[in-house]
C-alpha cells in the first residue's frame, strides 16, 4: 500500500482482514447461504436476530473469493472511527479500493472522486468481486443502492445489517434477496458437521429440537458436558438473550415481544384480543418481523400469521409468568376463547391445558371430538386435558365420554374405555345426542379398540361388521375401520390381505385427509416390512413417511411418536451410525405409554438386548420383568408371553448351558393361529439352544430345523436367520461341518441383504456363551466372508426351509439374483457373485421374467417392489 494513504485507514483494513480471517477459521461452508445458490440475485440480505452466524457467513465468503476480488468491511466498526459525516462515504470507498487493489489503491481522494474511482474499478474487473458490508447501518444506504443499480452483474452484494429500515427500498430493487433466520439457522446436515468437528455428544434431533437452529445456542449447546436440557436454563443464553438480542429493542417493542409470546400464532386480532388493547400493533409487529427478525411468517397457506423462534418464546414466557404470575392463567383461557370462536380447536385444547380450565368442555361437539381425537390424532393432549374433566360430567355428555374411550383405548387403558362405552350403550338416544354426526361412531371406538388390546380376531369381524352397517355414510370411520385391518393383517403376516387393505385405506383416508389414520397407515408398512425381517425397506418406509404430506407427523405428535418408536428398533437393529440421544428413553416412554402389543414388544425387546450385549443383565432383565408386568395387568398374554421367552433368553445368556429355563405355554384357545405359529417359532428356537447347552445336539438340530420351518411359512427373513445360526451350530457339533458352512452362509447372507445385524450379533452371544468351543468354526467362516455370495447352495439340508419365506415362492438362488438385478448389476457381476456362468446368470434372469410376465429388468424391480419382495 502506499503510504500516502490514511494510517487509520490502513489499520482499519488490516483489523477487516484479521476478522474475517478469524471469523472463517474452522466455520462451517453452507453454500444454500451463497450467491451460488440464489441464482441471478445480485445482493443478499441476511435478516436475523444476533447469533444467526450473520457476520460469519459474510467473512467465509469474503475468504473463498479470495484476496482482490473482495473487500470486508463492517461499517459500524468505520462509524466509530469517523463519525457520521459526509467523509463516512469516502471511507468506505477508499476502504473498498484498499482491499481490492492492494499496493495499487490510489491515494487520499474526496467523496465523489473516490466513488467514481471505484465504480470504473468495477466495470473494468476481469474477476468476479464480492463486496461484503457487515454491521451495514442506514446511514449508508443510498450509497448501497447505487452499487446495487450502477455496476454490471460480475459485482456481487451481501449485506448484514444492523437495522434493516433501508430494506423498504431496497427490496423494490431487481435482485435483492432476503435470507431469513429461518434460513440461516442450521439443519441437520449442519448440525451433523458441528457435531462432527467438536466432538459434541448430542443428538442432531434434539440438538435441533431444542435451539431451532439458532448457531450461537448451538455453540453454547457445544460446550455443554451434560445432556442437554432447555436451553432458557443455561446463563449464557440467558446473558445473550439480554444483552445481545433485546439490547436493541425499544422498552415498547420488548414489551409486545414479551406479551406476544403467550399466543401460539401472532396475529394483530389476537394480540388485541386477548390483552385489550388498540394500540398500532400492525407497526409494531412489523418491526419485530422486518427490522428485528424475531417473527416469521407461519405456514405458507397461513402467511399472516406470525411464529415466533422457539426459544424466544419460552425465555419471554417464563419472564411473562414471573411478571404477570396472577394473570397468566386467565391470558390463557381468553387465548382458548379465541381459537374456540374461530374454530381452531387443537390450539383451544393446548391453551386451555395450559391455563388448566375444563369449563368449556360442555360446549365441545361430537364433531370437534371426531376432528381432535380421529382426524387429528391428539391422544397425549386429550388425556391430559380429560384428566381435568370430571368424571360426571364426562357421563352426561355421549360425545366427550366417546372421545374419552378413544383416548382410553389408544392410552393402554381398555378396561376403563369398555367401562365408558357400556355407561354411552346403557344411555338411551345416544346416537341423537352426537348432534347430527353420522352413525356408528360408539361401535367404531369399540371395534378399533379390541384391536389396541391385541384382541385381533374380535376386532377383525367388529371392523368388517361396523364397515357393512355404516361404512357407506362415514368416510372418516371408514378410512380408521381400514387401517385398523390394515394393522392387524400387518401383524398377523397376512401379506396378501395387507396389499388389498392398504390400498383401500389409503384412497379414504387421503379423501377424508385422516392424519391420524394415516400415521397408523404408514406404520403398518413398516410393521410388515420388520415382520418379514427386510429391516433395510422398513428404513425406507419409516423415512418416506416423515416426508409425506398425507400423515404431516409435525402436525400430529402422535404420529410422530409412533413413527420414532420404529425408527429405534431400525437404528438398533441395522446398527449404522451413533444411536441419536435420546431416542432409546423417547421410544420406550411412548411405548409402554401408548404402545400396542407389536409396538411394546419390539421397542422393548431391542432396548433389553442392547442392555444385555453391553454387560447390563441387571437392567435388561428389570425391564423385561417390567413388561411382563405390565402385560398382566392390561390382560395381553401375547404380550407376557413374548417377555417370559425374552426373560428366556437372558437366562441363557447369563448361565450359559446351567440355565433351568422355564418356558411359556402359550394358551392356543386365547391366542390366533398366526399369533401361535410365530410365538411356536420362537421356543423351537430357544429350546434349540438349551438343547445345545445340554449337548443333545440331534435334539437341537430338530428344534433348529422346525425355527427354520415355521419362519418360511411366516415369510420372516430375520426369524429364518436366527434359526439358520441355531441350526450351524447343531450341525458342526455333530460333526457335519459342510452344512452347518451352508447354513451359516445362508444366515450371514440373509443378515446382509435385510440389515439384520443385531439379530447376528444376538444369536452369536447366545451360541458363544452356551458353546464357546463353536468359536474356531465361527471364526473359519467368518474370515471367508469375502466367499459369501459365491457359495452354491444345496437342496436337502437348510435350503428347504427358505424356498417358502418369499411370498412369490422363488428359490434361494431367485432371490439373490432378484436383490442384485434390484441393485443394477449386469448379468457377468451376477455370475460372478453367485459363482456360475454368465449364460447361466442369463437363464436365472430369463425364469425371473417368465415368472412375473415382464420382458424388462425395470419392469421386473417394479413388479418385484410392488409384490414386497424388494
Known sequence: ?????????????????????????SAIRRER??????????????????????????????????????????????????????SCVERVTQAILDQLSGPDAPQTMGAHEGEAVLFARLWKAEQPVLLCFDEFTPAFSNFAERIICETP????????????????RLALLPGVVRVR????????????????????????ERALELTGGWPALLRFAVDRTEPLSSPIQWPEVQNFLHNDVFAKFTVEEREILRNASILQAVTPESYRYVFKTNSDLEHWLKRLSAVHGVLVAGLANDGEKLVMLPVLRDFLREELRELMPDRFSYLLKRIAYWHWRRGEYRETITAALDAHDHRWAHRVSAGVLIDIALRQGEIAGLREWF?????????????????????????????????????????EDAEQNLNGQPRGWPELVFAIGKATHDELDESTRLCHQWIDSFGEDNEVGAGAAYTCLAFIAASERQFEDLSKLSRKAFSINRYARQRYASGWLSATNVLAA?????????????????????????????ASNLLQAFEYQLCEEIKEGVMPEGLEHDAINFAMEYGVVDVLAGVTQAAARRMALKGLTTEAFALMEKVRATAHRRQLPRLRYLAEIN???????????????????????????????????????????????????????????????????????????????????????????????????????????????????????????????????????????????????????????????????????????????????????????????ESGAKWHVKRLFERFGVSKRSQLVATAQAKNLL
Open 181 to 204: 433466520s429461518e434460513s440461516l439457522a442450521f439443519n441437520e446436515a449442519e448440525i451433523d458437521e458441528l457435531a462432527l468437528l467438536s466432538g459434541a455428544p448430542w443428538s442432531t
Open 530 to 558: 420388520m415382520r418379514r425381517g427386510e429391516m433395510l425397506r422398513a428404513r425406507t418406509l419409516v423415512k418416506q413417511s416423515r416426508e409425506s404430506s398425507d400423515i404431516a407427523v409435525e402436525r400430529s405428535p402422535f
Open 153 to 168: 452483474s460480475s459485482v456481487k452484494l451481501a449485506f448484514a445489517p444492523i437495522g434493516v429500515e433501508f430494506l423498504s
Open 647 to 837: 426373560l428366556a433368553e437372558f437366562h441363557l445368556l447369563e448361565e450359559s448351558a446351567a440355565a433351568d429355563v422355564d418356558l411359556p405355554k402359550p394358551n392356543a384357545a386365547i391366542l390366533s393361529a398366526n399369533q401361535l405359529q410365530a410365538l411356536d417359532a420362537r421356543l423351537a428356537r430357544v429350546r434349540a439352544l438349551i438343547e445345545i447347552g445340554k449337548s443333545r445336539f440331534g435334539l437341537a438340530e430338530q428344534h433348529a430345523r422346525l425355527a427354520l420351518r415355521e419362519a418360511g411359512v411366516m415369510g420372516d427373513l430375520r426369524a429364518a436367520a436366527a434359526a439358520q445360526y441355531c441350526l450351524a451350530t447343531a450341525l458342526v457339533l455333530l460333526g457335519s461341518t459342510r452344512d452347518a458352512e451352508r447354513a451359516f452362509r445362508e444366515a450371514e447372507e440373509l443378515v446382509a441383504l435385510n440389515g439384520c445385524h443385531t439379530t447376528r450379533e444376538w444369536m452369536m452371544a447366545l451360541l458363544l456363551r452356551i458353546v464357546p468351543e463353536t468359536i474356531q468354526f465361527f471364526d473359519t467362516i467368518g474370515r471367508k466372508g469375502e466367499a459369501l455370495h459365491s457359495m452354491e447352495p444345496s437342496v436337502g439340508s437348510s435350503d428347504k426351509g427358505l424356498v417358502p419365506v418369499l411370498a412369490g415362492r422363488l428359490t434361494r438362488k431367485q432371490y439373490l439374483v432378484l436383490q442384485y438385478i434390484a441393485r443394477g448389476m449386469t448379468n457377468k457381476e451376477i455370475a460372478a457373485q453367485l459363482s456360475i456362468s
Open 1 to 25: 500500500m502506499q503510504e500516502g494513504l490514511d494510517p487509520t485507514l490502513l489499520l482499519y483494513n488490516r483489523r477487516m482482514v484479521q476478522r474475517r480471517q478469524v471469523f472463517a477459521q
Open 33 to 86: 447461504l451463497s450467491h451460488e445458490a440464489h441464482q441471478g440475485a445480485k445482493a443478499l440480505v441476511y435478516c436475523a436476530p444476533s447469533g444467526f452466524g450473520k457476520s460469519t457467513q459474510l467473512a467465509i465468503m469474503a475468504e473463498d473469493a479470495g484476496s482482490g476480488n473482495a473487500a470486508y468491511l463492517s461499517l459500524a466498526e468505520l462509524e466509530k472511527a469517523e463519525g457520521i459525516d459526509g
Open 387 to 427: 384428566a381435568s374433566v370430571p368424571r360426571d360430567q364426562l357421563n352426561r355428555l355421549p360425545a366427550l365420554a366417546f372421545g374419552y374411550a378413544w383416548t382410553m383405548y389408544f392410552s393402554q387403558q381398555a378396561q376403563v374405555a369398555d367401562e365408558v362405552l357400556e355407561g354411552i350403550a346403557a344411555t
